[in-house]
């Protein structure tokens, strides 16, 4: 996290956030979404990874995320180490939809706990596309359980319809430490005036 510095008589928080699972389960999407307030039926696939930053009000601060959209193709997966390290939070995403991207985020939360380097490292699950719950794969109890058992948090949500997107985002940065900077005491000696000396008497 940067400094804190005033904005209006607020303090302003900085936190690296990475956006981390499968190709496919949404991830450009929740970003879009959350971000911009857009939704495409067909977002394209990520190449790489993509930045973009919001900021937002929590009761007397501004928090601003610089938030990492990671790509899922198995091709870019060594490079997203660069991506997680320095972050103070991880969002790992999975399709309600699909099992096996479940499996897949369940190894991301593995290897962020061993990997990231941060002890304190605000881990969050969601589960995307809670729109179609009637092609619903994995059951929100089980997701729920394993979020418990792992200490992090869990969360459906869907980028389509904007359901938890904010929410999300909002307990991430709740769970967030502030460090503020500490307040600095100023000393203020009173100048006293200079004696008049016999030398400066100029009218005698
Ligand atoms: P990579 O960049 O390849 O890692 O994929 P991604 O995780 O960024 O997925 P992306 O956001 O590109 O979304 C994949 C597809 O799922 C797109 O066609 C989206 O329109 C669709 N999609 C994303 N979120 C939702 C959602 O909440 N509901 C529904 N119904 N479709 C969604
Ligand atoms: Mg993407």
Same mark, same amino acid.
């Given at each position: 996290?940067?400094?804190?510095?005033?904005?209006?008589? /607020?303090?302003?928080?900085?936190?690296?956030?990475? =956006?981390? +699972?499968? *190709?496919?389960?949404?991830?450009? $999407?929740?970003?879009?979404?959350?971000?911009?307030?857009?939704?495409?039926?067909?977002?394209?696939? *990520?190449?790489? &990874?993509?930045?973009? $930053?919001?900021?937002?009000?929590?009761? $007397?601060?501004?928090?601003?995320? @610089?938030?990492?959209?990671?790509?899922?193709?198995?091709?870019?997966? $060594? =490079? *997203?180490?660069?991506?997680?390290?320095?972050?103070? &939070?991880? %969002? %790992?995403?999975?399709?309600?939809?699909?099992?096996?991207?479940?499996?897949?985020?369940?190894?991301?939360?593995?290897?962020?706990?061993?990997?990231?380097?941060?002890? @304190?490292?605000?881990? &969050? !699950?969601?589960?995307?596309?809670?729109? !179609?719950?009637?092609?619903? #794969?994995?059951?929100?109890?089980?997701?729920?359980?394993? /979020?418990?058992?792992? +200490?992090?948090?869990?969360?459906?949500?869907?980028?389509?319809?904007? #359901?938890?997107?904010? !929410?999300?985002?909002?307990?991430? /940065?709740?769970? !967030?430490?502030?460090?503020?900077?500490?307040?600095?005491?100023?000393?203020? *000696?009173?100048?006293?005036?200079?004696?008049?000396?016999?030398?400066?008497?100029?009218?005698?």
């Amino acid at each position: 996290m940067a400094t804190s510095p005033e904005v209006n008589g /607020a303090q302003l928080f900085k936190y690296k956030i990475v =956006l981390l +699972g499968e *190709t496919a389960v949404g991830k450009s $999407s929740i970003v879009q979404r959350y971000v911009r307030d857009q939704f495409l039926e067909h977002q394209e696939s *990520t190449i790489g &990874a993509a930045f973009m $930053s919001q900021t937002i009000k929590i009761d $007397s601060d501004i928090v601003k995320f @610089d938030i990492w959209d990671t790509a899922g193709q198995e091709r870019y997966h $060594s =490079l *997203t180490p660069m991506y997680y390290r320095g972050a103070k &939070a991880a %969002v %790992v995403i999975y399709d309600i939809t699909n099992r096996v991207s479940f499996a897949r985020a369940k190894n991301w939360i593995t290897e962020l706990k061993q990997n990231s380097g941060n002890p @304190d490292l605000v881990i &969050a !699950l969601a589960g995307n596309k809670c729109d !179609l719950s009637m092609n619903r #794969e994995v059951p929100k109890e089980l997701a729920e359980e394993y /979020a418990k058992e792992t +200490g992090i948090l869990f969360m459906e949500v869907s980028a389509k319809t904007k #359901e938890n997107i904010d !929410l999300i985002f909002e307990t991430i /940065a709740r769970r !967030l430490p502030r460090i503020r900077a500490p307040v600095v005491p100023v000393n203020i *000696t009173p100048i006293e005036a200079p004696k008049p000396t016999s030398e400066k008497k100029c009218c005698k």
